[in-house]
């Protein structure tokens, strides 16, 4: 119950920051005449976000190491509190410009605390890094809705800044009551990466998950900046279907996010996820470059989305976090600095890239796609450690807890039924209710050749449970017999 309700305090910090990230660009305007100055000034301001991330990342991700997970989440909370409510009154444009790169260190922080937490919870939680992703995207959905209401109605602007000032407060007295889990633990067995590959090896997987943390973050960025103008000017699409090309990529990202995290939680192996998606996205942005087919383009934007932009990038961080489980917050800075130094070169390349024409800009994705895949198959093969005897039975040894854990609790639930039985005067055995069981096995069994050998585990786990519900009858029976 504790790390539920810590993890709805940590999902909730990020649907603020998906606010963060787009509120200034959602109220460039009323900013400017506050500011009275030209848009162009905003967006110098703007870009001090970027500034902000590209300087904090990898001292904050050391820091977090030392210092534990719970000191950088507040301090990100903190640092998003003075921006919301120091850009909803500032009217110096230096101070905005500071109040900007402290948002930026504001999601250095935040990510440096969030995404090591949910690995140390152990289990699968690192699924619920590519949940992140989701709560980000609603708030970013929603902002714009609330700003177009704000305007419609004539509402001073700075009550979105305001807004999201307050839900930071509230959540802040939620997320100060829980116990974060104890830093740079390492995941137990069945959990993480149980075998470390060798050092050459290990290194060229750092190189490729470093490259990919900058890959994957240009893919999205280079696609969002230019397909809208790529498919008026080249493409020859209408305005309308040029804009549908970015809201598909956006439905395509939510989806994603829901397959992806479902994926992880069932076990799918990470190596696997990268490959197939990486694949998956430079088919379908191939599509989108060079097809002049307008709903073929559309279907090629939901799948860009779901495979570059579904929480991808996050399993790409699960992986190199796993690969280095006491230095989490070091990996993740460095992982994140790639992202941000993509943030900050790939507008400067494709503006130059689009002084040729859009359609070199564009596909000029294709190359980075090309190059995460490569950086992909790169760490997939260096992480690839052939299986041992020991680390088999690791594997069982944790399936095994699993399995007592969930026999203990059939067996709960033998008591319970035995007590009805004796109740309603019935038998213990049930023939037609056996032969059901294992009918239902036959059905759920997903390899045909265990069928015969799992009914007849299930066969000797009925045994022994008309067994225990006899102890239990015959036991009952002489208290009641003591009793008279």
């Given amino acids: 119950m504790r790390q539920h309700q810590l993890s709805i305090s940590l999902y909730l910090n990020y649907f603020i920051h998906g606010i963060g990230l787009i509120i200034l660009t959602q109220n460039m305007q009323a900013l400017g005449q506050h500011w009275q100055t030209p848009l162009a000034t905003v967006s110098y301001v703007i870009s001090g976000i970027g500034i902000g991330r590209l300087l904090a990342y990898f001292i904050l991700g050391n820091l977090s190491d030392r210092f534990g997970r719970k000191v950088f989440v507040n301090l990100g909370m903190a640092c998003y509190f003075t921006f919301f409510v120091g850009m909803a009154l500032v009217t110096n444009i230096q101070l905005a410009y500071g109040l900007a790169i402290l948002a930026g260190i504001a999601n250095s922080a935040l990510d440096a605390g969030t995404y090591t937490t949910f690995i140390e919870m152990g289990g699968r939680q690192g699924s619920a890094n590519v949940l992140l992703k989701a709560f980000m995207s609603a708030g970013e959905f929603l902002l714009p809705l609330l700003v177009a209401n704000f305007e419609a109605q004539r509402i001073w602007y700075g009550w979105s800044f305001i807004l999201a000032a307050a839900i930071l407060v509230v959540n802040s007295i939620l997320l100060n009551r829980q116990q974060f889990p104890l830093k740079n633990q390492v ?72 397959v992806i995290f479902w994926l992880l939680r069932r076990g799918v192996a990470e190596t696997k996820l990268l490959l197939a998606m990486n694949g998956g996205s430079l088919l379908a942005l191939a599509v989108i470059c060079y097809s002049p087919a307008a709903g073929l383009s559309m279907l090629a934007a939901f799948g860009f989305g779901f495979t570059a932009a579904g929480g991808v990038m996050q399993v790409g961080l699960n992986l190199f976090i796993k690969g280095y489980p006491h230095i989490k917050g070091r990996i993740t800075g460095i992982y994140f600095t790639f992202g941000s130094i993509a943030s900050f070169t790939i507008p400067l390349v494709t503006g130059w890239l689009s002084k040729q024409n859009i359609a070199t800009a564009m596909r000029f994705d294709l190359v980075i796609a090309v190059s995460g895949l490569a950086f992909v198959g790169l760490a997939v093969w260096a992480l690839h450690v052939p299986t041992t005897l020991s680390q088999e039975r690791q594997r069982i040894n944790h399936i095994d807890q699993q399995i007592v854990r969930l026999l203990n609790q059939r067996f709960e639930t033998v008591t319970a039924i035995g007590e009805l039985k004796q109740q309603q005067q019935l038998p213990v055995l049930d023939q037609q209710r056996e032969q059901w069981v294992l009918q239902q096995v036959a059905v759920k069994s997903t390899q045909t050749a265990h069928t015969p050998y799992l009914q007849a585990i299930y066969q000797a786990i009925m045994h022994n449970s008309r067994a225990y519900q006899t102890d239990l009858h015959t036991n009952l029976h002489k208290e009641d017999i003591d009793h008279d």
């Avoid at 075998?195 to 994957?216: D, E, F, H």
């Avoid at 279907?241 to 970015?246: Q, V, Y």
Wanted: proline share 1%.
């Fill in 187 to 258: 995941a137990q067995a069945g959990t993480g990466v149980s075998q470390q590959p060798l050092k050459n090896r290990r290194w060229l997987a750092t190189v490729g998950l470093a490259g990919y943390g900058y890959t994957s973050m240009a893919l999205m960025i280079l696609y969002t900046q230019w397909v809208s103008l790529f498919a008026t000017t080249t493409l020859h699409f209408s305005s309308v279907l040029a804009h549908w090309l970015l809201s598909l990529y956006s439905i395509g990202s939510i989806t994603g996010v829901i």
